[in-house]
């Protein structure tokens, strides 16, 4: 299985970003235990992260013919990004949306998800736990084994 892991603006800066929102751990440092439990799990993992929503867009475009599923974390797009949520919806693909924080427990104007209907699943606010979550759901669904 080939997952794409994508991240959205300012998530380059997590380790240095409000710590105790998002966590001490780097992105670099994310990838690497997810792209390791991908290993034992049998799951080849791309990532990519952006700043820009064109580029997030173009990344989606150019990968999810040659790709099994998504798990995203769009970062403040999660609440306006249009093109974003549209190319996700045209990948055809599953789509798990994720986020460190529970997004549902701070700013008012951050517990709207433009993404969250075209997702199978979101999770939110258990950290960078939260990728490995949606990893190994992510499998488990395209494996059938969700039913
Ligand atoms: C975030 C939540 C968003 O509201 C915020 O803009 C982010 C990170 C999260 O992972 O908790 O950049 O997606």
């Not at 994508?6 to 792209?35: Q, W």
């Not at 867009?57 to 769009?74: E, K, R």
Request: charged share 20%; net charge neutral.
């Amino acid at each position: 299985m080939k997952i794409l892991i994508i991240n959205g603006p300012n998530l380059n800066m997590l380790g240095k970003r409000d710590k105790a929102t998002y966590g001490r751990k780097t992105l670099a440092e994310i990838d690497s235990v997810v792209k390791k439990q991908g290993e034992k799990l049998d799951a080849e993992i791309t990532s990519f992260q952006s700043n820009s929503e064109g580029a997030l867009v173009d990344f989606i475009q150019q990968q999810s013919s040659s790709a099994d599923g998504i798990i995203i974390n769009p970062g403040a797009l999660t609440h306006y990004g249009f093109s974003l949520r549209d190319a996700l919806a045209d990948s055809g693909l599953p789509i798990i949306e994720v986020h460190l924080s529970n997004i549902y427990a701070r700013e008012e104007w951050r517990a709207k998800s433009v993404i969250a209907p075209i997702a199978k699943g979101q999770i939110s606010g258990l950290g960078w736990q939260g990728y490995i979550v949606a990893l190994q759901a992510l499998l488990a669904e395209l494996k059938g084994e969700n039913i």
